[in-house]
T-cell receptor
Framework: AQSVTQLGSHVSVSEGALVLLRCNYSSSVPPYLFWYVQYPNQGLQLLLKYTSAATLVKGINGFEAEFKKSETSFHLTKPSAHMSDAAEYFCAVTSNAGGTSYGKLTFGQGTILTVHP | DAGVIQSPRHEVTEMGQEVTLRCKPISGHDYLFWYRQTMMRGLELLIYFNNNVPIDDSGMPEDRFSAKMPNASFSTLKIQPSEPRDSAVYFC?????????????FGPGTRLTVL
């Protein structure tokens, strides 16, 4: 079974400050990891994903995440927050495990990011 | 590409009524997923299809919920009878997973309110 834990349901930063959203995963097989963003009243949009190539993954809108196997983590960062980054962020995990698990995403509970002027 | 299309975007109904939510996946995608999002339970996978065949429906909460995919371009999620606790945002997503890591593309969601 796979699971994802996002530490902190709410994160608040000032505009221009570092954004750090934490995600830890549990998986018995090599994982694929994703970060999705959800703006108000919209569906989820992929920010970036880790697929066992480079451990530092760069995504859209200046976000990046680093896969750390030893820490079972996949934290999302952005050097300088912008007001438009305010949204809810979801970490998710899947794997190449066969059967009914193939391609099935397990999501964390989400982290709401607030950006103050 | 138009992306994943869901209808209606908002649905308000009374307890006991039948509700049908609709989804058109991205053309060529052969996986389709239905999710439910609530404040209490977060984002839950209800059911998913591969090539129009249901693969895993273990997330469907009760027999009141049913989902079909009669063809590659259309799927429905039906709730009969509806109850207030079914109020949530329902998302449809599609993908073409040659690899399990292929991206799922989400629709805008249907916000369901059951009075």
């Amino acid at each position: 079974a796979q699971s994802v834990t996002q530490l902190g349901s709410h994160v608040s930063v000032s505009e221009g400050a570092l954004v750090l959203l934490r995600c830890n995963y549990s998986s018995s097989v090599p994982p694929y990891l994703f970060w999705y963003v959800q703006y108000p009243n919209q569906g989820l949009q992929l920010l970036l994903k880790y697929t066992s190539a480079a451990t530092l993954v760069k995504g859209i809108n200046g976000f990046e995440a680093e896969f750390k196997k030893s820490e079972t983590s996949f934290h999302l960062t952005k050097p300088s927050a912008h007001m438009s980054d305010a949204a809810e962020y979801f970490c998710a995990v899947t794997s190449n495990a066969g059967g009914t698990s193939y391609g099935k995403l397990t999501f964390g509970q989400g982290t709401i990011l607030t950006v103050h002027p | 590409d138009a992306g994943v299309i869901q209808s209606p975007r908002h649905e308000v109904t009374e307890m006991g009524q039948e509700v049908t939510l609709r989804c058109k996946p991205i053309s060529g995608h052969d996986y389709l997923f239905w999710y439910r999002q609530t404040m209490m339970r977060g984002l839950e996978l209800l059911i998913y299809f591969n090539n129009n065949v249901p693969i895993d429906d273990s997330g469907m909460p009760e027999d009141r919920f049913s989902a079909k995919m009669p063809n590659a371009s259309f799927s429905t999620l039906k709730i009969q009878p509806s109850e207030p606790r079914d109020s949530a945002v329902y998302f449809c997503a599609s993908s073409l997973p040659r690899l399990a890591a292929d991206t799922q593309y989400f629709g805008p969601g249907t916000r369901l309110t059951v009075l």
